[in-house]
């Protein structure tokens, strides 16, 4: 018996006798949970669990009934890892999430507008496209940079958004949109350009293409400016992708302040299609807390019945 089959087990042992007819098929397996949203863990996050394979963690986040995956790293693994893992997803109906595209966390690369910075995105853009392809994926992140300081907003605003649509030209052809990130300067990120969701939506519009959205990171416009599910609305038109992590300590819902159920609950009422990266930690380090985060994903996604 595997790992993954042996949590399944115990899982259901802990559930006493009574429960067993009712959660297992005729084939012997536990139907797996339905979410109504698609909620997409990352390697790493079940690996107690599953164990160190990436295909194994992918069947196990499918298992558990998540229809959704997404990796900051996939464009640097390698191809044929790539190309397994990918296989493994159209088998068993896991949606592509985001890979990062671009980020630069430590120079004013697009707000420059520099000809050499903008080349070198460009570049990576174009790079990413394989990638995408390859394994299936419609979104990619961007992070386009610090701020300058020796230019006015509005100028390194003009130039972002030349790069964005220079970009978007690229990506258009393919069906693929890039996602600008908004990240908070107060915890995790100061200095960089794109900080608030209003910002993002003003740059969304003024790229205007289907290939240039917003992905809207609660955890870090919880910190950023709150006021988390208006700022939702008003940016709704522009928003492709969402990411979660509790404040503080970017964990799993039900760990910090922030009222998961009511947000995906509005964010279902939209008819929200795409997928929720669950880009954050476990609060505890172990197969149990793996559970947890299986547990509290349960719980905030329950808003139908209230």
Known sequence: MNRRNFTQSAFLAGLGLSAAPSLYAQSGVVAPHKYNLNYAPHLGMFRHSAGDDPIDQLNFMADQGFAAFEDNNMNTRPIALQEKMAATMRKRNLTMGVFVAYKDFKKPTLTSGKADDRTAFLEEIKASIPVAKRVNAK??????GTVDLKLVEDYQTANVVESLKQAAALLEPHDIVMVLEPLNWYRNHAGLFLKESPQAFQICKAVNSPSCKILFDIYHQQIQEGNLIPNIEKCWDEIAYFQIGDNPGRKEPTTGEINYKNIFKYIHSRGFKGVLGM??????????????????YKQVDNFLSE
């Open 279 to 296: 880009e954050h930690g476990n609060s505890r380090p172990d197969e149990a807390g793996e559970m947890a985060v299986i547990d509290a």
């Open 139 to 144: 979104w990619m992140t961007v992070v386009p």
